[in-house]
């Protein structure tokens, strides 16, 4: 019997998606100074991100690029530097990633949408909103695989982030200024 995720051609079985099954996951941890971005309505130096990727560069900055690879799956992980829990035992305001728009860095434009995908999303399964209460801090993360036909390069991105506030309904809603980035390299 062949897998779903393989497909015979010329007598040899090859993956649908090379690279995609076996592989190590990469989490891209972004930490936000929620403060000090709802006060400036900027997230210029107030946004952090690391990575689990090897040879990537710009850890701790927010133009980090990831290293990765065609079918490679991808977690956006997002949250508060202030991560402890209050006296009156809630937490505080979270970060929300509402979107990653990747952009036309061979245009030579980096502020333009790429025509073309990157990433295809990795929808939540669940709900994580109505899981929340008082006691379990949530975090917020948008996960995606690098297309198995992305060439090997570097793809720009910014982050279309949300921000709750202490005691407000009303969200603030930033993009990132300096770019991150994904390198993507061949198998």
């Given at each position: 019997m062949v897998m779903p995720s393989t497909r015979a051609r010329a007598g040899t079985i090859e993956k649908q998606n090379p690279g995609q099954l076996n592989s190590v996951q990469l989490n891209i941890v972004t930490l936000v100074d929620m403060e000090k971005a709802v006060e400036h309505k900027s997230l210029?130096?107030?946004?952090?991100?690391?990575?689990?990727s090897i040879g990537g560069t710009g850890q701790g900055t927010a133009k980090l690029e990831t290293v990765c690879k065609p079918g490679q799956v991808l977690n956006w992980i997002i949250r508060p530097i202030d991560m402890e829990r209050r006296r009156d035992g809630t937490w505080p305001p979270m970060p929300k990633i509402n979107n990653i728009v990747f952009l036309d860095t061979e245009a030579g434009d980096e502020e333009d949408v790429a025509e073309k995908k990157v990433c295809i999303e990795?929808?939540?399964y669940g709900g994580p909103d109505r899981m929340r209460d008082a006691l379990?801090?949530?975090?917020?993360?948008?996960?995606?695989?690098?297309?198995?036909?992305?060439?090997?390069?570097?793809?720009?991105?910014r982050l279309v982030v949300e921000l709750e506030q202490d005691g407000k309904k009303e969200r603030v809603y930033l993009n990132t200024e300096g770019h991150p980035a994904i390198r993507v390299v061949s198998i």
């Amino acid at each position: 019997m062949v897998m779903p995720s393989t497909r015979a051609r010329a007598g040899t079985i090859e993956k649908q998606n090379p690279g995609q099954l076996n592989s190590v996951q990469l989490n891209i941890v972004t930490l936000v100074d929620m403060e000090k971005a709802v006060e400036h309505k900027s997230l210029a130096g107030a946004m952090y991100m690391v990575d689990n990727s090897i040879g990537g560069t710009g850890q701790g900055t927010a133009k980090l690029e990831t290293v990765c690879k065609p079918g490679q799956v991808l977690n956006w992980i997002i949250r508060p530097i202030d991560m402890e829990r209050r006296r009156d035992g809630t937490w505080p305001p979270m970060p929300k990633i509402n979107n990653i728009v990747f952009l036309d860095t061979e245009a030579g434009d980096e502020e333009d949408v790429a025509e073309k995908k990157v990433c295809i999303e990795l929808k939540v399964y669940g709900g994580p909103d109505r899981m929340r209460d008082a006691l379990t801090p949530v975090y917020y993360y948008w996960a995606g695989t690098v297309l198995s036909t992305a060439k090997p390069g570097v793809y720009r991105y910014r982050l279309v982030v949300e921000l709750e506030q202490d005691g407000k309904k009303e969200r603030v809603y930033l993009n990132t200024e300096g770019h991150p980035a994904i390198r993507v390299v061949s198998i």
